[in-house]
């Protein structure tokens, strides 16, 4: 049996993710693939829990809090969903992994990276994506987007200022892990992004 890969979707809100999350399954599936599909913060019961409360605009909280409940989240994650499928050479994508942790909390919140690499440590071990798509849009593109799709959750409520910081710290994540991470040019007209997508994910498969 082929063993299963697992690709990360990562961007800023309103990069355009979920457009592309439909394009991957769609091109594993011609491949004669089931992918698994599933999400961060959430992908299980108690972590859609989480999510709720983390994405709740009315639930203030600190930023470690903030931090430790995606990580909460994270590890029922890997333990019930991803690892599973994994294991049973299932593909597996999610929408956002823990680069989304070091962009948001570590880049946007200002923590500390060393205790993300504490907790990413502990949660995942040696576990890393096969493959991580990270959607580039500059702020004000993902701002407008957003504001046209929904109301805002705790996070689409940030400053512009907050995202450039979530941006940059994607931008160092993938200068850091070039072999791991891919960036996608998200600014582009859409059949250009997918062209870019499907040379990718052709080239993992
Ligand atoms: P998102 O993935 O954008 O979902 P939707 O498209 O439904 O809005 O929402 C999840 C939010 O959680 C997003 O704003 C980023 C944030 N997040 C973190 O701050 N840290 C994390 O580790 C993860 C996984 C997500």
Redesign the pocket.
Known sequence: MKPGKFITLEGI?GAG??TQLAWIVELLRRAGLQPVVT???GGTALGEHL?AL??DKSMAMHAET??LL?FA??REHLDKVVLPALHQGQWVIS????D??F???GG?RGLDTDKLEILEHWVQGALQPDLTLYFDVPVEVGQQR?SQI?EA?R??LEQASFFQRVRNAYLDRARQFPGRIQIIDSSRPLAEVKTAVEQTIQQLL
């Open positions: 809100d993710k979920s999400r961060e913060p999510r983390l994405l903030e931090a995606m989240a994270r929408d956002r992994f823990t989304a942790s962009a948001y909390q946007g957003i929904k959750d996070f689409e």
